[in-house]
């Protein structure tokens, strides 16, 4: 049976116990804050476990799952994959074990005709919970009694945390044959792989307290989570996923692109890595996620170098993972039909990250055999960290090849080193903690939605239903700062990327409490955050909710700015140009965007022409919600990733509104708000565009009052100016070229009696140095040059200095800057170069003869004591 008969005969049997089918949520959670992928299929329902939402008694699903946990077995064992697909049935309140046994046998056996002979359970055998006979017994009726094994909590029963709904699970395992001389005795317990857990049925029926006490819960759950790829190895009779049809073609795919025929077991291994990561990265990138060094980009960056680097093992030395593409496309374009349009995305990210990864990794691995041969021991965890933070180079990739060679690494050292370079806020500032979304999904479970009316109005008389201290907790009444749930509300909140509203609450007309935002930390919940300014506000007040309407104003024109932006980006350079990202406040506009290589500056001229001449015309900006099927009907452009509700709400800029939606100049799906016409956004000022990582490029803008602000402000800065030089304003520009070039011959008459001087530098000004592998280094204080001067400098040295490598340093801004000069068949000045500016805390690079880096800037003494270290 293919993968896709099974994957239609888990959903039809279970449809005909009368379980709704409920699609695959994306791999990125959407309503769930703590979680950085889906990695079970039970994630999509954690509302429904808890008994904050009735809308189902049950349900059954196949998941989309991403798991990186145990990505060094990916590929050497038939149990981890990262990317996977799970199966489950799930029960909120209404079936339980009896049926969930049952059903799981029948299935197995009877819809699918696995032999009885090869299947094994297991059971919770009792502990800090009595023995599971409920589970004991039922499978003692339809299984023999010897096929049942017993364990303990770590394998077979479930928690959620310390405290919380836990209970004890039953596994379904299948023998696969082969094994060791261990399995006679050990049974499903041996660990060598012959026995493979395919199902595990989890009986959610206790709450456990802080003292360790369990209780009975309310609600008895059922979940349940069978591992796609393990069933099919069942069925197509094969020892391990990756020769189920899952993979197969991916590897035979590679296996031409690599040229190696996988008979080797290292091949074998790197085909399977290669295979299982691209997929991954396939997935993630059609949600929307690009490579990054933060949260899910660095995950999928890691892998998609993982795959790159057992490519470039295998002999393919460019990138070549793009390629696949397609084939993994073809392996799951019935079920997923998303990767079929957004497969050039993905294309395009692959190519491009491949081939950046590939410049940064032959210098990585050629700084690491320097590394090795100076240290055959161990490398410390600065140099490794250096390496990531310097090259791009994954830790993970260190590891690899480190111990390939039996050489340690100090992990501690390394994970201290970034955290110390991180220094993120991000985590202070992260009030949407773990321990809170608990809190807040209760919350939402009691209340009834927000409605938002602010499309409309900016004003709205509303009731609290809720208020919130600081700290999330439920409270009476705020007399300070907190939050304020409101049974509708004018104020939008942050989604999109666009900010949320402020404004103020009155009461009797006058002003109680500033509203200082609006979030949406829940998919039904929206919280505003205010600061009580008079009196209090209590739990049932009526008040005027009103939002800051200049505020509005400023933010919905740089919104609609974006949409503007986008459509003539696609129009100048392509349709496979794709939103990456956005941000839009009232103050500028943001906006990343995918292109495989740098636009021209003519193409960027008739984009901002287009977006301009878009908003002379003066065109409609209509909303209107329509059924989502629309959206691929009128070809309407929509994001990565995103999860719209349907029906959607569609934004068009045109003539003549949905009248002839077809007719425009951009349709998209936002739920953001806009100004009524092109017309009121008044300009768009570019601040600045580039590039943020491969592939990725950013424009940064303001719009409509802001961008007036921003034109006022440059005007007055000019007039200033002018003044200052005592020039007519229309004349500005030629006096500023004239003082440049008079400021550039200068510096040049500068650098020239300079360099004289310290040509002749005295030994204060200059100290020797001898390396721990024997270069001699003769380092030159060049103090108050600037760093173009450098090279020049050390040119001059060097012809004076042979058979010495001469480093030039000097402190300007802040930091220090330094050039390596090298000689002929010398020390590699690139090498050295990356030694000196670790001890800096800085970056630099170069080529064998010549490089040049910087840091932070420290007295000369302690400088050169730095160095003598080398």
Request: charged content about 25%.
């Amino acid at each position: 049976m293919n993968s896709q008969k099974i994957r239609n005969s888990f959903l039809n049997y279970f449809k005909g116990r009368g379980l709704p089918v409920v699609p695959s949520s994306p791999l990125v959670p959407k309503a769930d804050p703590t979680l950085l992928f889906t990695a079970a299929g039970m994630v999509q329902f954690k509302a429904n476990f808890l008994g904050l939402k009735k809308d189902l008694k049950g349900a059954v699903s196949v998941q989309k799952c991403l798991r990186t946990t145990d990505i060094d077995n990916v590929g050497l064992t038939r149990r981890h994959l990262t990317f996977f697909e799970m199966l489950g049935n799930f029960s909120f309140g209404d079936y339980f074990k009896k049926e969930a046994i049952a059903w799981a046998w029948e299935y197995l056996t009877k819809e699918l005709g696995l032999d009885k002979n090869l299947l094994y359970v297991s059971i919770y055998k009792g502990g800090i919970a009595p023995r599971d006979e409920e589970a004991y017994n039922i499978w003692a009726g339809l299984i023999d009694k010897k096929r049942i094994f017993e364990f303990d909590e770590k394998d077979n029963f479930w928690t959620m945390g310390p405290t919380g709904p836990c209970g004890p699970c039953s596994e379904i395992y299948y023998d696969f044959g082969g094994g060791c001389p261990q399995c006679k005795d050990k049974g499903i317990a041996c660990g060598c792989g012959r026995y493979v857990e395919i199902w595990n049925l989890v009986f959610t029926q206790f709450n456990r307290l802080e003292d360790g006490a369990l209780q009975p819960l309310p609600q008895k759950n059922i979940d349940t989570g069978m591992g796609f790829e393990r069933l099919c190895m069942a069925m197509q009779k094969v020892s391990s996923p990756y020769e189920t049809d899952l993979f197969t073609p991916i590897i035979e795919h590679a296996k031409k692109l690599t040229g190696v025929e996988g008979k080797s077991t290292p091949e074998t291994a790197a085909l399977r890595i290669i295979a299982d990561h691209v997929k991954a990265a396939t997935f993630l990138i059609s949600e929307g996620v690009l490579p990054s060094n933060e949260g899910r980009g660095y995950i999928l960056r890691r892998l998609i170098r993982r795959a790159a680097r057992y490519g470039k093992m295998l002999g393919r030395p460019t990138p070549f993972l793009y390629e696949l593409v397609p084939t993994v496309i073809a392996v799951y374009k019935d079920v997923y039909p998303e990767l079929l349009s957004n497969g050039l995305h993905v294309n395009n990210v692959l190519k491009t990250e491949g081939a950046a990864f590939f410049r940064t990794l032959e210098d990585g691995e050629q700084r690491l055999q320097d590394l090795i041969k100076n240290n055959p021991k161990e490398i410390s965890g600065a140099e490794a960290f250096n390496l990531y933070e310097t090259y791009g180079f994954p830790f993970e990739l260190t590891k690899e090849i480190l111990s390939q060679k039996n050489i340690a690494v100090d992990e501690q050292a390394f994970l201290k080193a970034q955290a110390a370079a991180k220094q993120t806020s991000k985590a202070d500032g992260d009030e949407m903690a773990k321990e809170k979304v608990i809190a807040l999904q209760d919350l939402e479970g009691r209340l009834a939605p927000t409605v938002f009316t602010g499309y409309d109005s900016l004003t709205e008389e509303a009731k609290v239903l809720a208020a919130l201290d600081k700290d999330f907790k439920a409270v009476n009444s705020l007399d300070k700062s907190g939050y304020i749930v409101l049974d509708k509300t004018p104020f939008y909140a942050e989604s999109g990327g666009q900010v949320g509203d402020i404004g103020a609450l009155e009461q009797n007309g006058q002003t109680i409490a500033r509203v200082f935002d609006t979030q949406r930390p829940l998919e039904k919940l929206v919280l505003h955050k205010i600061s009580v300014v008079k009196g209090s506000v209590k739990t049932g007040d009526i008040l005027t909710a009103r939002v800051d309407e200049i505020t509005r104003f400023k933010t919905s024109s740089n919104h609609t700015a974006v949409h503007v932006i986008n459509a003539a980006l696609k129009k100048i350079l392509g349709e496979n140009v794709r939103q990456a990202g956005s941000h839009v406040s009232p103050e500028r506009l943001r906006f990343d965007y995918t292109i495989p290589q740098a636009p021209a500056p003519q193409e960027l001229l008739a984009v901002w022409n287009m977006a301009n001449d878009i908003i002379a015309r003066n065109l409609q900006v209509a909303a209107q919600t329509r059924p989502l099927k629309d959206a691929q009907d009128l070809g309407a452009t929509i994001l990565l990733g995103e999860k719209y509700a349907d029906p959607a709400r569609f934004l068009l800029i045109n003539k003549c509104g949905f009248a002839a939606p077809k007719e425009r100049e951009s349709l998209e799906l936002c739920g953001g708000t806009h100004v009524k016409s092109t017309g009121e956004i008044m300009v768009i000022r570019l601040l600045r565009e580039g590039a943020v990582s491969a592939g990725v490029r950013r424009i940064e803008a303001a719009a409509g009052l802001s961008a007036i602000e921003t034109l006022k402000a440059e005007a007055n800065a000019a007039l200033f100016a002018a003044k200052m030089l005592n020039a007519a304003p229309e004349d500005l520009v030629k006096k500023v070229e004239t003082l440049v070039k008079t400021e550039k011959d200068l510096r040049k008459e500068v650098a020239d009696l300079r360099r004289k001087l310290l040509s002749g530098a005295q030994s204060e000004d200059s100290l020797e140095i001898t390396t721990k592998t024997g270069a001699k280094l003769l380092v030159f204080n060049a103090e108050n040059t600037a760093t173009p001067e450098l090279r020049n400098l050390s040119d001059n040295l060097a012809d004076k200095n042979p058979g010495k490598v001469i480093v030039a340093a000097a402190d300007a801004g802040g930091k220090k800057s330094f050039v390596v000069k090298s000689y002929k068949g010398g020390p590699d000045a690139g090498g050295i170069t990356k030694q000196i500016a670790a001890l800096i805390n800085g970056k630099g690079g170069g080529r064998p003869d010549f490089a040049q880096g910087g840091g932070e800037a420290m007295a000369w003494a302690q400088f050169t004591a730095a160095l003598k270290s080398l």
